[in-house]
């Protein structure tokens, strides 16, 4: 049996069970979609990849989240740098179109 991955996936409805065996219209509810284009977020499990992967023509895994032990945090640039940027000089007011002669 594999570990669990930790993190979660949304998963996206994007065709409706309409017209498809009880089993997969079984499969979307236990999921806990109900409208298409509903996205919902579920554990990374292969219990819900195992779900998602007996009705791939009906749901998207939209995103995979990977749980905050393992995300790297994005440095932002050092204060320096920003100041050390010159500033665009602020754009000119547009100038005013005249009214047409039929408008007051």
Same mark, same amino acid.
């Given at each position: 049996?594999?570990?669990? /991955?930790?993190?979660?996936? !949304?998963? !996206?409805?994007? /065709?409706?069970?309409?017209?498809?065996? #009880?089993?997969?219209?079984?499969?979307?509810?236990?999921?806990?979609? /109900?409208?298409?284009?509903? $996205?919902?977020?579920?554990?990374?499990?292969?219990?819900?990849?195992?779900?998602?992967? !007996? $009705? +791939?023509?009906?749901?998207?895994?939209?995103?995979?989240?990977?749980?905050?032990?393992?995300?790297?945090?994005? #440095?932002?640039? +050092?204060?320096?740098?920003?100041?050390? !940027?010159?500033?665009?000089?602020?754009?000119?007011?547009?100038?005013?179109?005249?009214?047409?002669?039929?408008?007051?």
């Amino acid at each position: 049996m594999q570990a669990k /991955r930790g993190g979660t996936i !949304k998963i !996206k409805l994007v /065709r409706s069970p309409i017209c498809t065996p #009880e089993k997969h219209k079984l499969v979307v509810k236990g999921l806990g979609l /109900r409208k298409v284009n509903q $996205v919902v977020e579920r554990p990374d499990t292969p219990v819900f990849r195992g779900m998602v992967n !007996k $009705v +791939p023509h009906l749901l998207a895994v939209v995103e995979e989240i990977a749980p905050a032990s393992q995300q790297v945090p994005v #440095e932002a640039p +050092p204060a320096e740098a920003v100041a050390a !940027k010159e500033v665009p000089a602020a754009e000119a007011p547009a100038a005013e179109v005249p009214a047409a002669e039929g408008e007051a």
